[in-house]
Every structure is written in C-alpha cells, then in structure tokens.
T-cell receptor
Framework: KQEVTQIPAALSVPEGENLVLNCSFT??????LQWFRQDPGKGLTSLLL?????REQTSGRLNASLDKSSGRSTLYTAASQPGDSATYLC?????????????FGGGTRVLVKP | NAGVTQTPKFQVLKTGQSMTLQCAQD?????MYWYRQDPGMGLRLIYY???????DKGEVPNGYNVSRLNKREFSLRLESAAPSQTSVYFC?????????????FGPGTRLTVL
C-alpha cells in the first residue's frame, strides 16, 4: 500500500529565507506527484504537478523536484514571504490505483515570520 | 469559470439527520471525487466517479452514498449522520485517461454532527 509522509509537520522560517519542504512515498510506481497549498479554513490549491518522467517542474518562485527511484520530492520556494504561510500537501497518483485516485501526505504547516 | 463549487459551506446536523452535499464543476472534467479531511488523518477518499454513470468506493465509504447526476454534478449523501462524520468535506475533479490529470478542489463543506 502506498504511503506518503511529510516531515516536519510544522516549520517556521524568517521572511526572505528559502523554504524547502519534503515529501516521501513508499512505492515508486506512480504516474505523477502533485503539490497543493491549503490556507486555514479553505480548500486546496494546486501548485505544481510533476509527471513520473520529469525530474523538475517550476512555476514562479516555486520549484519542485522528483526522485522517483528514492521515493522523494522536494518543494522549494525562493525568498519566502509572509503570504507563503499555509499548509503544504503533497499527493501521488499510484499506478496501481484505479480512477485517478490520489494518496495524500499529512502536510507541513509553514509559518513565515516577518 | 468558477471551477469546483460546493454547497453548503457550513452545516450543523443532529445525530440521525440526513443531508446531501452538492458539488459541481464547469471544467468539463469527467472524473469527480469526494474526500474528507480530519486532523491527524489527512485527506481520505470517500467515493469517486471516474466518468458519468459510474461510481466506486474509496477508502472510507461507510455511512455515505453518492450520485453522479450528470457530467457536472456529483453529490454526497449522509443518510443517518453520526458524530464520527464531523469533518471537512472536499469535492474535486480531474480529466480521466491522462497521466497529466491535475486534480482541482472545491472550497469545502464544514460539517458538524451533534
């Protein structure tokens, strides 16, 4: 069974520092990995999706890498801002799962201090 | 383009009451999903519909029923609500049949069962 882990569960960084978030998964047989952002009391906003054949995906200040063989992904945010404070979730789409189902990690709650 | 919409946003029920959560998407997606999010448990799939006319159980289907009314709408019904169903419910949608199948989420319904 695919398991997705995000450590740490919470993280605090000063404004301007680069933010690095980790996601690990147990089964490398995935179609893709997706990173989401969730603000308190809100829904999930998709940030980036990396295909299993890709090593990296970039969008603005965000960069996500994928090392499928080691079961790891990293979300990198350059020059963090207080507005980046949120919970970040990663999810994988296992090849063995029918119907485009995603398996989610528990999330990392990020606080960027001014 | 509203994306994924959910109604209601908040609901309080008494044990044993029934209700239906509504979800609609305007992105012409063929797959739709219902998740629940609980502290310490992350996001768990309740039911999904890979395409119009089909529905399948996810990880935690007990106590719920779903209806894929048409391509746009996917509803979740609680026939006899229990306190264990207190949660935040999210609907999502995606295109089926593509490995690049980013999932898009609605804003959520916050349900309390007393």
């Amino acid at each position: 069974k695919q398991e997705v882990t995000q450590i740490p569960a919470a993280l605090s960084v000063p404004e301007g520092e680069n933010l690095v978030l980790n996601c690990s998964f147990t089964d490398s047989a995935i179609y893709n990995l997706q990173w989401f952002r969730q603000d308190p009391g809100k829904g999930l906003t998709s940030l980036l999706l990396i295909q299993s054949s890709q090593r990296e995906q970039t969008s603005g200040r965000l960069n996500a890498s994928l090392d499928k063989s080691s079961g790891r992904s990293t979300l990198y945010t350059a020059a963090s801002q207080p507005g980046d404070s949120a919970t970040y979730l990663c999810a994988v789409r296992p090849i063995k799962a029918a119907g485009n189902k995603l398996t989610f990690g528990g999330g990392t709650r990020v606080l960027v201090k001014p | 383009n509203a994306g994924v919409t959910q109604t209601p946003k908040f609901q309080v029920l008494k044990t044993g009451q029934s209700m239906t959560l509504q979800c609609a998407q305007d992105m012409n997606h063929n797959s739709m999903y219902w998740y629940r999010q609980d502290p310490g448990m992350g996001l768990r799939l309740i039911y999904y519909s890979a395409s119009e006319g089909t529905t399948d159980k996810g990880e935690v289907p007990n106590g719920y029923n779903v209806s894929r009314l048409n391509k746009r709408e996917f509803s979740l019904r609680l026939e006899s609500a229990a306190p264990s169903q207190t949660s935040v419910y999210f609907c999502a949608s995606s295109l089926q049949g593509f490995t690049y199948n980013e999932q898009f989420f609605g804003p959520g319904t916050r349900l309390t069962v007393l």
